[in-house]
């Protein structure tokens, strides 16, 4: 007989994994999946668990992957090494340097879609182009933002699936595009303190000598493929917010909850749904024995989904209250901008409705959320550009103003 965990292949994760992921922190919340080739970790404790424990869940391991991006990287090094390539730029992408960001993003989004009348694909239009140009202007990369976001799309498709040798050799070359764009000014860089990139060359605690470009490029590498995330998240919390016409009305009468909107959808979808471990020792998790060696996929996406941390999980609910979420990983690892990423996807976000109230989804081209390592819309086509905001009346206020609780005079 064919058992559940048999079922599950790429294919039903890449159409939705939350109803796999439901039953799998209910039976199965660490289980070896054989048409993945790894163990699967659904439930929060176990995520967070995989991730806090660097010594036990090593991110340095050989893959197909790990060999375009260079070794020594910022997510495959650890301990002090790991420590000094993380000092010198934290500081740059503290929480009270997020305001910048958001607002950055939101002037870009509002040069793009202000002439824009009736309909158009806001992702590829306004959300891709202007994430692009955000990570540039994060990193102080002196690359076109053009160029950056077309080789980071050209990386994904080895990301996701690392067996297939034509794919990779699409991700290598965008690589080495990558260095061949940057060689020369990053051996001319010299040190900046407003410029991330010029801190990971310059500041290097314990060592005289600033970095070699060879030691650089192997972590701008690395964060490459986030380069879409931001532009991914906003384009799902449109959706979301399309399709709850309460939520949609909330945002719209009290936007200053636009930020709680921006948290909820990155519990609710993150665009970036797994990050990938092995073991290098034996270990009991949440019952399981593992051996050393055992490749483990914690499910972000699922450790936002548990129901023992949040009430009616599946549901997108701006009201529902702030809680931490797993998205940005956990322990030494954690993401180096989250403080700055929530700001970004407000900022776009906040460009589009306030330029267009009446926008909606287009009916003729619905958007189509898929993927488990990655979940987003790679079109979002809407209508009502150019639209005064409708259907909008008093009683719709007063309920908007109801579930807030607020009283209006
Ligand atoms: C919605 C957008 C993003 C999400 C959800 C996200 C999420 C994450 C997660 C989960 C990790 C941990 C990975 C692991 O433990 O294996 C991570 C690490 C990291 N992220 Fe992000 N990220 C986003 C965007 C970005 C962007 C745009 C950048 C760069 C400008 C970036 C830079 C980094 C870096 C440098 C690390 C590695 C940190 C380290 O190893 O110490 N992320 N991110």
Known sequence: MTSFLDTITPEV??????????????????????????????????????????????????????????????????????????????EIFEPERAGPAREYARKLVIERVSGMRGRADLM?????????????????????????????HAVWPGILDPGDPAKLAVSAAAMNELDAALTPWLEELGPDPSSAIAR???????SGCPRGV???????????????????????????????????????DHPELLGDAVHELLRWMPPFGLVERVTTRPVELDGTHLPAGAHVVAAIGSANRDETVFEQPDTFDLRRPR????????????????????????????????????????????????????????????????DPATGYTQGHRRAADAHLGVARG
């Open 200 to 206: 990971w060359r310059h500041v290097t605690p314990g």
């Open 323 to 386: 809680q931490p979420l797993a998205t940005f990983g956990y322990g030494e690892h954690t993401c180096l901008v989250r403080a700055f990423i929530p700001a970004i996807v407000e900022g776009m976000v906040a460009g589009v409705l306030d330029v267009h109230p009446g926008v909606r989804a287009d009916p003729s081209e619905p958007s189509r959320v898929a993927g488990w390592a990655t979940r987003y819309t790679a079109r979002l086509c809407v209508d009502g550009l150019g």
């Open 124 to 152: 590829g239009e306004a959300l891709q182009p202007v994430a692009a140009e955000v990570f540039r202007w994060m990193l102080s990369l002196e690359v076109d933002s053009t160029t950056l976001l077309r080789l980071a």
């Open 13 to 90: 994760l890449h159409t939705d994994p939350y109803p796999v992921y439901q039953r799998l922190r209910r039976d199965h919340p660490v289980a070896e999946i054989p048409a993945l080739g790894c163990w699967l970790v659904t439930r929060r404790q176990d995520v967070r668990q995989v991730m806090s424990d660097g010594q036990t869940f090593t991110t340095r391991f050989p893959s197909a992957m790990s060999d375009i991006y260079g070794s020594e990287n910022i997510l495959s090094s650890s301990g002090d090494t790991h420590k000094g390539m993380r000092a010198g730029v934290e």
């Open 214 to 252: 060879a030691e650089v490029l192997p972590t701008i590498r690395v964060v490459l493929p986030s380069l879409p995330e931001p532009g991914w998240a906003a384009g799902s919390l449109l959706v979301a917010l399309f399709n709850d016409p309460d939520q949609r009305r909330l945002v719209r």
